[in-house]
């Protein structure tokens, strides 16, 4: 997918110091000189970035820029080795990647709802001179400072996610609506596979109201098994809120077409069927007025009809976009 970002946040992540070791001897009744007894120190806590799928933006981390793990504790004598620190846990929305500010590298991709991953490592606990205790020298005066925490420099960035992904067989319009409905330029022409990358655009539903839109490539049957341009695509519409089929009013069978496209997303991921989806049929106006009402009355109302290039159905199609969206928030308020 082309690298849309929406989101952006710099942050400072310190991982906690390992725990300096110890250096002590036994002291005990009667012993005049006891042996080493300094025990280790505890590790540093890490920073661990972890996926949240409930947050959908970075904003909490625009109010608080500074990240600090605890550190390790000292060790004790009587060989006791100082407690870890526990690691400090940020919460990222799904889509999230890390990236190191200093060398531009990439240390997280947080793509999968549960995704877990270190991105600023803990330093070890010093030894204790207990440790350090050999047959030539049983009193060792040698203890080790902990290792420091690794601190970084992060930037924080989220992949726009879109809500509404068009589904269609090559050539149905899907780019021609996500041309008209929002200022994506993608490319429209009259051959199949004329998008090869998915786009995205954001559409405006309303004043103060937007969603974004992504076209995908044309499936076919057969796309699960490589025909096509297969259907890896998908993985862009995988974490989209609301598919909307598309389909050209001439196909001959509407029907089949439908159950055609459900089949292919099915095989590439069964849990798409369960997604909110409608269906548009749309280049109305190649048709005769007559046949459309034939056609419509064919399929009742369960179906959107629409002309990306006259705009007749186009405030139809945009409020049951809008409707369905809406439908969700209400349906994810706990409560
Ligand atoms: N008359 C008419 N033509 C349309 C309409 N929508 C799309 N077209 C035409 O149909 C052809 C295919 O449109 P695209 O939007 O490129 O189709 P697509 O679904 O994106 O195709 P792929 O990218 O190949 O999957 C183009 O020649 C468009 O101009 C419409 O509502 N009415
Ligand atoms: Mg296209």
């Given at each position: 997918m ?5 989101d ?5 992540a310190?991982?906690g ?15 005049a000189?006891?042996?080493p ?18 947050l959908?933006?970075?904003?909490d ?6 990240y600090?793990?605890?550190n ?5 004598g009587?060989?006791?080795t ?7 846990v ?6 999230t ?11 997280a ?35 080790q400072p ?5 601190k970084r420099?992060l ?7 879109a ?7 090559p050539?149905a319009?899907?780019?021609?609506i ?8 993608p490319?429209?022409?009259d ?5 090869l ?10 004043e103060?109201?937007s ?20 259907h ?10 609301l598919?909307?089929?598309?389909i050209?009013?001439?196909e ?6 439908l ?10 991921d ?7 989806s409608f ?6 106006d190649?048709?005769?007025q ?5 056609l419509s ?5 369960g179906?959107l009809?629409?002309s ?5 159905g186009?405030e ?16 994810r308020?706990?409560?």
């Amino acid at each position: 997918m082309r690298a849309v970002f929406i989101d952006y946040v710099e942050i400072k992540a310190a991982a906690g110091n390992g725990g300096a070791g110890c250096m002590s001897f036994r002291r005990e009744k009667f012993v005049a000189k006891g042996g080493p007894d300094g025990g280790d120190g505890g590790r540093g806590g890490d920073i661990v970035a972890v996926t949240d799928p409930n947050l959908s933006t970075l904003l909490d981390y625009r109010y608080r820029r500074h990240y600090r793990a605890e550190n390790g504790r000292p060790g004790e004598g009587s060989l006791k080795t100082g407690k870890s620190s526990s690691d400090m846990v940020l919460r990222l929305p799904v889509g999230t990647i890390v990236i190191d500010r200093e060398t531009g590298a990439m240390i997280a991709d947080l793509d999968d709802p549960d995704a877990r991953e270190i991105i600023a490592r803990g330093g070890t606990g010093g030894r204790g001179n207990a440790y350090f205790k050999s047959p030539t020298n049983q009193a060792p005066r040698e203890a080790q400072p902990g290792q420091a925490g690794e601190k970084r420099k992060l930037a924080l960035e989220l992949k726009l996610l879109a809500d509404v992904g068009l589904v269609g067989q090559p050539n149905a319009g899907k780019s021609t609506i996500l041309a008209t409905f929002s200022a994506a330029r993608p490319k429209i022409a009259d051959y199949p596979f004329t998008t090869l990358v998915p786009n995205l655009g954001i559409v405006r539903l309303r004043e103060f109201k937007s969603c974004v839109m992504a076209d995908i490539p044309g499936l076919i049957e057969g796309a699960a098994a490589g025909k096509g341009l297969g259907h890896q695509f998908l993985k862009h519409i995988q974490r989209t809120r609301l598919l909307v089929y598309i389909i050209d009013v001439n196909e001959p069978d509407v029907l089949r077409t439908l159950g055609v496209l459900q089949q292919e997303l099915a095989d590439f991921d069964h849990t798409l069927l369960d997604r909110p989806s409608f269906v548009v049929i749309t280049k109305i106006d190649t048709i005769t007025q007559r046949d459309l009402k034939k056609l419509s009355n064919n399929f009742g109302g369960g179906y959107l009809w629409l002309s990306a290039v006259t705009g007749m159905g186009a405030e139809k199609f945009l409020l049951e976009v809008e409707r369905q969206l809406d439908q969700q928030r209400i349906e994810r308020t706990p409560g």
